[in-house]
């Protein structure tokens, strides 16, 4: 299964605490160009270089960009989670759009009972989505 891999532009150390205190999961772990073995000191040593954080789905991986790189922070890549509830993915999209913008209001669509789609203020996109009602019921979207 591929693992995302997001790079902020300084940071990612707060975007993937914020990531964990906003899905409830452990902290993350982070390795900063300063703790960096045979690694020239960067001008912000505490830059992450390699940063991981659990997701409800998995994993996610992400660093800042090297100094001195110009990079636009996912601009085209979403991460999409299935909520385990109407309740707990409204909550996600509550959190993920506080100081970001939303794109797509959570609500009911033609594939889901519950989607939404907001742009954080880190600058990363998410697609939260409720789980089909009866998965082994192939009539359950007819």
């Known amino acids: ?8 532009r300084g940071d ?21 160009y300063a ?7 960067p001008a912000d040593p505490d830059r992450v270089i390699h940063g ?10 992400a ?17 999409m989670l299935t909520a385990p509830d109407d309740a707990t993915a409204r909550d996600w999209v509550a959190k993920l759009g506080d100081g970001g913008a939303p794109v797509l209001p959570y ?9 939404g789609m907001v742009k954080d203020r880190f600058g990363t996109h998410w697609m939260i989505t409720l789980p089909p009602e009866d998965p082994l019921d192939p009539t359950a979207d007819a």
Not at 35 to 41: L, N
Not at 52 to 58: A, H, K, S, W
């Open 12 to 32: 990612c150390a707060a975007a993937l605490a914020f990531y964990a205190e906003t899905f409830g999961t452990p902290a993350p772990n982070l390795m900063r």
């Open 63 to 79: 660093s800042d960009f090297p100094p001195g790189v110009a990079g636009d922070a996912q601009a085209a890549v979403s991460l």
């Open 107 to 115: 609500g009911p669509t033609f594939f889901s009972q519950g989607f």
């Open 1 to 8: 299964m591929p693992i995302p891999y997001l790079h902020f």
């Open 35 to 41: 703790e960096a073995p045979d690694m020239p000191r």
């Open 52 to 61: 991981q954080v659990m997701l409800p789905d998995g994993m996610l991986m």
